[in-house]
């Protein structure tokens, strides 16, 4: 007799519960949604925010098949694309800007399934439709606007040490030279500068009296690589209004950026969230109150503009100078925090351009108000406008009022990630239809099914009842596959597909060892029972063996690779520890429970075993 350890048996049925579970979101498909997301923290999306669209749906007779807050947005199921797209347009006319309004997909899973956080993969660029972006980040253009911050900074460290200087110039994307008037004031600009300019190195001219900054080559390397960093940053933080689920947004080579929108199909759309540019601008605030009741009858003074400033007490109209006083390039840093009375406060580090700016605006203008403003496609938004209680110098700037946390939190990811640190140019763009992506869904679901099909008929015919059960376990393999998948949330592409069709090859390649063992046993004259414990021990081992060499070039793959490569050594690599798993243990389980409390077991269905007295 060949026994199983019933812990062997619950632990195979418990993986199995599991794996269906989390298996069967994939079957429902999804329902067309729209997302409502903040653009601010201090902006909240709460009950009280989902009354009111409920409120908005009815008044248009909108009825959605369900509305539910998820984390730090809301969203609201519909039946159709029409009705999606109706309500889409009714929500954002009773919100306005300050809310994010996004058509979505969501998982048409049951609730039960949600709450067991059992949620379907998700679709790639090749399976579910998209746009495709390589963009190359201008890196000349990075390092010019360092070399130009630091001319500026060359020119203030120098007039605030009293050092007399001549022109400075240019030479190269990476040198600055500055001539003085004797060896004298020569020596001394360079003792200066090397103590504030620690990332250039100083070469002397003393024959006509130049000095010569030349940016070390690690730091081209910095400036270059935080380029491509903050780009990524500002990226991931404009997609959001597409209302992207699972946007690609990864650095590919030292200047390069791909950007894959599944789900996106407005080409223009995408552009436009990609490449636009923000500017910060501080500007002051006029507090003549005949000039602002003129505003706000609609007569605006010549050389002053109104806003809208946004308070936690809602919006109001500011008028504001036009003239520009310092702008966003001079800001180094921008971290939220506490002033002295424990308020919440942005502090804002300012290069010595921006520092010596800031110190001489601020001394000409105490007691009155200055206005930092966010220019973002044309549109100008009041983040703050503080009273200046005194002189500020030494380029730390902190900002503080009637403000919370989350406030400050969001007035200094305005400040610091408004803006890409260089320019971009698309070299690729590909667009993937949705009908593409369905297309290429059907072609892989199709191809995995009947590559299933085939071997299931060859495996039954070849090797009779030990066939049905290799057939069993791989059924067994590809639902927790699926089901791992799923949980990791992982991202399932056509390269992804391809791995899951090679997994099912390779997993019954283990269970023909298994069973071409068993028969080698039975010709040796070995009893069933005796034969069927045999053949799975020994051929453990070779099954070991080579899933454990293919395990490694999968992790290599894995390792080296990238994106679709990547995507395909995922599925591999798990494939390989699930066929593993099913041909061993699950066929092991399902051949003990059919022939394994026989104890007068005289013949097995294993197809035709040739003895060698019949050769």
């Known amino acids: ?152 900074d060359v020119r203030r460290e120098l007039k605030a040490a009293k050092i007399r200087y001549g ?87 030292p200047s390069r950026i ?31 109150q005949g000039k602002v009741a003129e505003a706000l009858a609609g007569n605006t003074p010549a050389g002053y503009e109104l806003l809208d400033e946004a308070t936690s007490r809602g919006t109001s109209k ?27 406060s942005v502090d804002i580090g300012l290069d010595s351009t921006g520092a010596e700016i800031f110190r001489t605006l601020t001394a000409e203008n105490i007691g009155k108000r200055m206005a930092m403003v966010l220019v973002e496609k044309n549109r100008s938004e009041v983040v703050t406008a503080p009273v ?49 992506g369905k297309e290429n869904i059907e072609k892989g679901f199709h191809s995995t099914l009947w590559g299933f099909a085939a071997i299931a008929v060859f495996m039954a015919i070849y090797y009779g009842v030990f066939g049905v059960i290799s057939v069993i376990s791989l059924a067994a393999n590809l639902f927790m596959l699926v089901a791992l998948l799923s949980m990791l949330q992982a991202t399932l592409t056509l390269p992804g597909i391809a791995a899951i069709a090679l997994t099912l090859g390779m997993a019954i390649d283990a269970n023909v060892l298994i069973n071409e063992r068993i028969r080698e046993e039975l010709r040796n004259g070995v009893p069933p029972q005796s034969a ?16 454990v060499t293919t395990l490694i070039a999968g992790l290599a793959l894995l390792i080296f690779g990238s994106g679709p490569v990547r995507g395909f050594a995922v599925v591999h690599c798990l494939g390989i520890m699930t066929s593993m798993f099913s041909a061993v243990l699950v066929s092991r389980a399902v051949v003990n429970l059919w022939y394994g409390r026989r104890r007068r077991l005289t013949s097995v269905s294993i197809g035709q075993v040739w003895k060698p007295e019949n050769k």
């Open 388 to 436: 200046i209680r005194s002189e500020i110098g030494g380029g730390r700037v902190q900002i503080s009022g009637s403000m919370n946390p989350a406030e400050a939190n969001d007035v200094a990811l305005l400040l610091r990630a408004g803006s890409l640190a260089a320019p971009m140019n698309i070299i690729e763009e590909r667009t993937i239809g949705p009908s593409l």
């Open 1 to 152: 007799m060949n026994r199983f350890p019933i812990w062997k048996y619950l632990l195979i049925a418990l993986v199995l519960i599991t794996a269906t579970i989390y298996t069967l979101p994939n079957f429902f498909g999804e329902t067309p949604a729209v997302q409502i997301s903040s653009t601010r923290q201090s902006t909240p999306v709460d009950t009280a925010l989902m009354a009111r669209i409920e409120t908005t749906l009815k008044q248009q007779g909108i009825a959605p098949l369900g509305i539910f807050l998820d984390g730090t947005s809301l969203k609201v199921r519909f039946k159709d694309p029409d009705t999606q797209i109706k309500a889409r347009d009714a929500i954002q006319q009773a919100l306005g800007d300050t809310y994010i309004i996004a058509l979505n997909l969501l998982p048409a899973s049951p609730e039960w399934l949600t709450r067991l956080h059992a949620n379907p993969m998700f679709l790639g660029l090749d399976l579910r439709g998209g746009v495709h972006f390589l963009l190359e980040v201008d890196m000349k253009a990075a390092v010019e606007k360092t070399m130009e911050r630091y001319a500026g």
């Open 258 to 288: 791909v950007v894959q929108l599944p789900g996106v199909q407005d080409t223009a759309k995408a552009k436009d969230i990609l490449g636009r540019t923000a500017t910060l601008q501080v500007r002051m605030v006029e507090d003549d």
């Open 167 to 253: 022109a400075i110039k240019r030479l190269g994307d990476t040198t600055l030279e500055v001539q003085l008037r004797d060896a004298e004031t020569l020596k001394a600009a360079a003792d200066k500068l090397a103590r504030t300019l620690p990332s250039v190195t100083f070469t002397s001219n003393d024959a006509n009296f130049r000095l010569t900054l030349t940016l070390k080559p690690e730091e081209i390397t910095r400036i270059q690589s935080d380029a491509v960093k903050q780009n990524i940053t500002t990226l991931h933080n404009r997609v959001n209004e597409l209302g992207v689920a699972e946007p690609v947004i990864q650095q590919a080579g």
């Open 532 to 547: 069927i414990q045999a053949g799975y021990g020994h051929a453990w081992a070779t099954i070991l063996d080579s899933n």
């Open 318 to 344: 500011i008028l504001l100078k036009k003239d520009v006083e310092l702008t966003g390039d001079n800001i180094n840093s921008a971290q939220p925090g506490f002033d002295q009375n424990g308020g919440a």
